[in-house]
Nanobody
Framework: EVKLVESGGGLVQAGGSLRLSCVAT????????IGWFRQAPGKEREAVSC????????RYEDSVKGRFTISSDNAKNTVYLQMNSLKPEDTAVYYC??????????????WGKGTLVTVSS
């Protein structure tokens, strides 16, 4: 069974940091781009970041550039999203996603169930 399992969400004050993790099982990790989406209640889902280390690809949505960093540990089939200088507008459920090929994520093959990030002001 293909699974993407997110963790690391929580409640943090504005200006604080969190690190999200996504552990992938059931598919060939190295063949896929792995990324993060987020969705706040009543708002559309948006792409946040994407990585494919085989292609040297890293992409970030404009609002998180300079604050978020995506990385991967292929030996652990894990992707991380380090989030610094968090803002209240970053509050959302964050979803891990995977797609065969390179970034960007245009036709997602697999989704995680999400982890909630809440940033207070």
């Amino acid at each position: 069974e293909v699974k993407l399992v997110e963790s690391g969400g929580g409640l943090v004050q504005a200006g604080g940091s969190l690190r999200l993790s996504c552990v992938a099982t059931g598919f060939t990790f190295d063949d896929h781009a792995i990324g993060w989406f987020r969705q706040a209640p009543g708002k559309e889902r948006e792409a946040v970041s994407c990585i494919n280390s085989n292609y040297g690809s890293e992409r970030y949505e404009d609002s998180v550039k300079g604050r978020f960093t995506i990385s991967s540990d292929n030996a652990k089939n894990t992707v991380y999203l380090q989030m610094n200088s968090l803002k209240p507008e970053d509050t959302a459920v964050y979803y891990c996603a995977a797609e065969i090929g390179d970034c960007p994520l245009g036709s997602v093959d697999y989704w995680g169930k999400g982890t909630l990030v809440t940033v207070s002001s």
